[in-house]
């Protein structure tokens, strides 16, 4: 599906750097988007950042993607990945959190393993040489997707890929000792 003769034209606009075609692009579907965002993540002052941060992509890099063919749909699929990426860091940091406080409920040696297995966990990734300790940790721990490590390193994803893939089988090499 492509994008009407009129979305097309305002589109265009706003690639040549019209705010005012920015602003009815927006007008027209920042609350249709926020919606779809809410229903995924069910918080709305959250939906409500991601769709003012997509916007703010779209506006920023307008000259990168200005070949879009369907900009409705690229808002949407943005507003989308967006909404899973959050939720997949608000997961993650809830994981952690319900490992702490389950963790003052077991009896202390459990806890004792914890805290030891958590230690050797950071020893590990402190092991790994620096760019591929780098790369883990931008993955695993800031959960960021592999074309952004890539960019924001000034590497091939390719290079990330394999530095990843190096990173986890020296980790789990050296975590093999502690099972």
């Known amino acids: 599906m492509s994008t009407s003769p009129r979305e097309a ?45 997509v ?5 920023t890099k307008k000259e990168e993607i200005k070949d879009i063919n369907n900009i409705v749909g690229y808002l949407y699929t943005s ?21 702490e406080l389950s963790d003052q409920a077991l009896d ?7 805290k030891e297995l958590g230690k050797h ?7 790994l040489p620096g760019q591929c300790r780098e790369i883990f940790e931008l993955v695993h721990i800031d959960g960021k997707k592999y ?3 890539a960019d924001q390193l000034g590497i091939s994803i390719n290079t990330v890929k394999t530095q990843l893939k190096r990173a986890l089988v020296k980790m789990r090499g050296i975590m093999e000792k502690y099972r």
Do not use: M, Y
């Open 55 to 59: 916007f703010l992509k779209v506006w």
């Open 9 to 53: 034209d305002l589109w265009l606009s706003v690639c040549k750097g019209s705010i005012d075609a920015f602003n009815l692009l927006f007008k027209e579907h920042h609350r249709s988007l926020c919606i779809s965002a809410l229903v995924i993540l069910k918080n709305e002052k959250i939906a409500e950042d991601i769709v003012q941060d």
């Open 108 to 114: 202390p040696f459990h806890s004792v393993q914890i």
């Open 147 to 149: 074309q952004e490590v």
């Open 79 to 99: 507003v989308r990945n967006a909404c899973f990426d959050e939720l997949r860091k608000t997961r993650f940091t809830e994981d952690i959190i319900e490992v």
């Open 121 to 127: 966990l950071k020893e590990a990734s402190e092991s």
